[in-house]
């Protein structure tokens, strides 16, 4: 069981919404440790696509965005698009690990 | 714009030693850390720990600690992850990825750019 708790899979189809949730504990994300997602698309290296629950990094699209709610995080694409099919991590730091970093399981989103 | 470039997909068999490589350039404001994420074909990412180049401090997860050992040359600007004796479990995807560093005492704490990934194969 990872200490941060993500979806196995999520799907949706072009144009919809899509929510990625990440539920974390009090000893993550409710001892104040920031969150942040990566995207792996099929083949490749994870890339940063949140920070610090909700900040867009540069050359990431408007469609992304993410927030917090007591102890979990969320990853929102408004408008998913194909090119956005990949799996999806989120990251924090956990107090149980001497404040070292966790990934969640990671979610597989399809879009169909 | 900082990059890392990894080093080639390795095999080799039970019992040898490996050491990859993650070369970062293109950092003005200094590299910050250098970290370690496995990743078996297909499962989710595994933290192994991190380097400070600057003095080569290093954390390691407990479930990594003891089995690799982290090490860097700042003169060639080059962060590497070793194995004394590799085992067959050990056959994954490696990843080296900054942690970008404190500037005038804030810290950042996601990791970002990723290198390409060294895949490491260990036969029996």
């Known amino acids: 069981q990872s200490l941060l708790t993500q979806p196995p899979s999520v799907s949706g189809a072009p144009g919809q919404t899509v929510n990625i949730v990440c539920a974390g504990t009090v000893s993550n994300i409710g001892a104040g440790f920031e969150v942040h997602w990566y995207q792996q698309l099929p083949g490749a290296a994870p890339k940063l696509v949140m920070s610090?629950?909700?900040s867009r990094p540069s050359g990431v699209p408007r469609r992304f965005s993410g927030s917090k709610s007591g102890t979990s995080a969320s990853l929102v694409i408004t408008g998913v698009q194909p090119e956005d099919e990949a799996d999806y991590y989120c990251q924090s730091y956990d107090t149980t690990l001497n404040n070292d970093v966790v990934f969640g399981g990671g979610t597989k989103l399809t879009v169909l | 714009e900082v990059q890392l470039v990894q080093s080639g997909a390795e095999v080799k068999k039970v019992g040898e030693s490996l050491k990859i490589a993650c070369k970062f350039s293109g950092h003005r404001l200094g590299i910050g850390w250098i970290g370690w994420v496995r990743q078996k074909p297909g499962k989710g990412l595994e933290w192994i720990g991190f380097?400070?180049?600057?003095?080569?401090?290093?954390t390691y997860s407990p479930s990594f600690q003891g089995h690799v050992t982290f090490s860097a040359d700042n003169s060639i600007d080059t962060a590497y992850l070793h194995w004394r004796a590799l085992q067959a479990s050990d056959s994954a995807v490696y990843y080296c990825a900054r942690r970008p560093p404190c500037d005038n005492g804030l810290c950042y704490t996601w990791f970002s750019p990723w290198g390409q990934g060294t895949r490491v194969t260990v036969s029996s």
């Open positions: 380097i400070f180049p600057k003095d080569s401090d290093t």
């Open positions: 610090r629950f909700s």
